[in-house]
Structure formats: C-alpha cells, structure tokens
C-alpha cells in the first residue's frame, strides 16, 4: 500500500485522542472548490488504524467543509466502534462529492491512538501462515 504524505490525517505515529471528540491533527486540501475525487484511477479510501488499544467508544467520520478552519459537517461516517484493539483498521470509502477541505473525526469517548489517511490502494490480505518445517528468522 502506497502512502502519499500530503494524504495524511495523522502523522506516522497516530494521533492521540481522549475522552472526547476530537478532529484530525491534519485537514487535506484537494485545491479547489468541488474536487473531481471519483475520477481517479482507482477508488480512493480513508483508512485509519488504531496503534494502541483503544477504551470507550471510537466513531470516525470524515467531514468536508468549504472553509480551511471552520463549517465542517459529515460528509461519511463510519460504525461506532466498542474499545477496538491495536491493528483494528477501518476503511470509509472517499465520497465522490466533497468540498475543498476535508478532516478526520474522532468521536466518542475514546482514549489510545488512531492514525489515518487516504490511499488508492488498499491491501487486506492476511498472509498464507508459514510451514512448521520452515525455520525462518527475521
């Protein structure tokens, strides 16, 4: 899975969220006021991964706003999740009609650490599980 840095809600590490609603620690700017996002090659999605185990309740919705600091509603939102363990992730497909700007939020009362960005090329696949025989040492 390809990561594009300017793609990024959170930065490598996660973002910490606590007890209440929080919004991402970045807002994405698709540079122009009604951004052509379902003509890309390929469906674009938001994928966010708790680092940690997370307590209380965790939903994650995507909110779009034509302002870079203020008017933001909900744009998709995805099911509300009950104390998710580290390496849950949850995919949001991008909505193909937004606005300019568009920010991850955390709602809520969770407490851990999420991060979260936007990729075209999603990868869910569980590796095939190693052969006893093999004695393989990473």
Do not use: W
Not at 38 to 59: I, P, Q
Request: glycine content about 10%; charged content about 15%.
């Amino acid at each position: 899975m390809i990561i594009d840095d300017l793609l990024m809600f959170t930065n490598d590490a996660g973002q910490k969220v606590s007890g209440t609603a929080a919004v991402s620690e970045y807002r994405l700017d698709f540079g122009q006021i009604a951004p052509t996002t379902g003509h890309s090659h390929g469906e674009l999605v938001a994928v966010f991964s708790c680092k940690t185990d997370v307590t209380g309740n965790l939903t994650i919705s995507l909110q779009h706003s034509d302002e870079e600091t203020s008017g933001y509603t909900d744009v998709a939102t995805a099911v509300t999740l009950s104390a998710p363990k580290a390496g849950t992730q949850v995919v949001i497909p991008m909505p193909y009609h937004h606005k300019r700007y568009v920010q991850a939020n955390f709602g809520g009362t969770p407490s851990g650490t999420v991060h979260g960005f936007i990729t075209s090329g999603f990868q869910d696949n569980n590796g095939f599980a190693q052969a006893p025989s093999l004695n393989t040492v990473y």
